[in-house]
């Protein structure tokens, strides 16, 4: 039900962000000409926030509803170490931004299918005095919808603000530990480490990205 709320919502802002743009026309004597805007087509470039981390952003500018369509994808990795635990993230993203004006920059609005890729590896002393090590892999699949803003010509400047609706995330898991070095084997339930902005239903975004435009 949220899900659905969310994506009516999603079409309503971008509804009304159509309707209140004024079309502008010229006209000359016997003849009207429609002059299509200048516009940088492609864009390459990085994004740092959540959940993106660090990593690169991809997005192109088509000519659908009057260059207002642009497909993105993109892509991070980063790992997160500790005494404990170490965590192997690595984030793709593909969707499409949907501007408000038709240069191909401006504010937009966005929705896109995420995908959260964690390897989470667990240390712990075993009751034989051994260490041991078990690792669990962990996908959190994203439905997002975003707002944003894109300035600049050549050199853009772009920030992002919206949420990601997942299935619920688990809070625990239960692995088998391996001693290093040795056979002995335990099984024991882990808390799932704290990720940036993931919560237990869904994912914070908030990104601020720059890149060139060609």
């Known amino acids: 039900m949220m899900k659905k709320l969310l ?3 999603f079409i309503a802002f971008v509804t009304i962000g159509f309707a209140q743009e004024v ?4 006209e000359t004597q016997g003849t009207v000409d429609s002059i299509a805007p200048s516009i940088k087509r492609f864009s390459v470039g990085f994004k ?3 959940p993106n981390i660090a990593g690169l952003s991809l997005e192109g500018v088509t000519p659908l509803l009057n260059n ?3 497909p993105f994808v993109d892509f991070s990795s980063f790992d997160v170490k500790d005494a404990e635990t170490e965590i192997g993230l690595s984030y793709t993203e593909f969707g499409a931004n949907v501007y408000f004006g038709n240069k191909g920059k401006g504010a937009y609005a966005g929705i896109g299918f995420g995908n959260l890729s964690t390897d989470l590896t667990f240390y712990e002393d075993l009751d ?10 962990l996908d959190i699949k994203s439905t997002n919808l975003k707002f944003g803003i894109k300035t600049g010509e050549r050199f853009y400047f772009r920030f992002e603000v919206g949420y990601g609706l997942t299935s619920k995330i688990p ?3 239960t692995l088998t530990l391996k ?3 040795g056979s002995e084997t335990n099984e024991e339930t882990f808390e799932v480490p704290t990720i940036p902005g993931v919560g237990t239903n869904g994912i914070l975004i908030g990104n601020f990205g720059f890149g060139l435009s060609f």
Do not use: H, S, W
């Not at 079309?23 to 010229?26: A, I, R």
């Open 128 to 137: 034989g005095g051994g260490l041991g090590k078990g690792t669990r892999g």
């Open 48 to 50: 740092i926030g959540v």
């Open 171 to 173: 809070e625990n898991i």
């Open 179 to 181: 001693e290093i070095g």
């Open 7 to 9: 994506l009516a919502i």
């Open 23 to 26: 079309d502008q026309k010229e």
């Open 68 to 70: 207002r369509v642009a």
